[in-house]
Nanobody, 123 residues
Framework: VQLQASGGGLVQAGGSLRLSCAVSGRAFRNYAMGWFRQAPGKEREFVAAINWSGGSTYYADSVKGRFTISRDNGKNTVYLQMNSLKPEDTGVYSC?????????????????WGQGTLVTVSS
């Protein structure tokens, strides 16, 4: 599969953004999807994941209650709604696909990655 992330930008603290990840291929509905981010000078970290059906979601503690991951299998797209953004949310956000379908916070479980989209939150 091929993944294309979009929706990043510059936003003030407290604001919102919605990221989208469009996925090519008929097998999208079988894949779990994840969002990861990498801040300048830091390791890539898990943000959120959703299983193949959308029935299970997982979040990093740092974003729980502020971010929501969802998917539209009819549109082959996964979303990340980000509310109450903080400067520490700044980074390059990448989407990834896991053919096992379960959803995981482990980046090594994801076989396909899209290019990142930059999110900058100003204070």
């Amino acid at each position: 599969v091929q993944l294309q992330a979009s929706g990043g930008g510059l936003v003030q603290a407290g604001g919102s953004l919605r990221l989208s990840c469009a996925v090519s291929g008929r097998a999208f509905r079988n894949y779990a999807m994840g969002w990861f981010r990498q801040a300048p000078g830091k390791e890539r970290e898990f943000v959120a994941a959703i299983n193949w059906s959308g029935g299970s979601t997982y979040y990093a503690d740092s974003v729980k209650g502020r971010f929501t991951i969802s998917r539209d299998n009819g549109k082959n797209t996964v979303y990340l709604q980000m509310n109450s953004l903080k400067p520490e949310d700044t980074g390059v956000y990448s989407c990834a696909a896991d053919r096992m379908g379960r959803g995981t916070s482990l980046s090594r479980e994801y076989e396909s990655w899209g290019q990142g989209t930059l999110v900058t939150v100003s204070s």
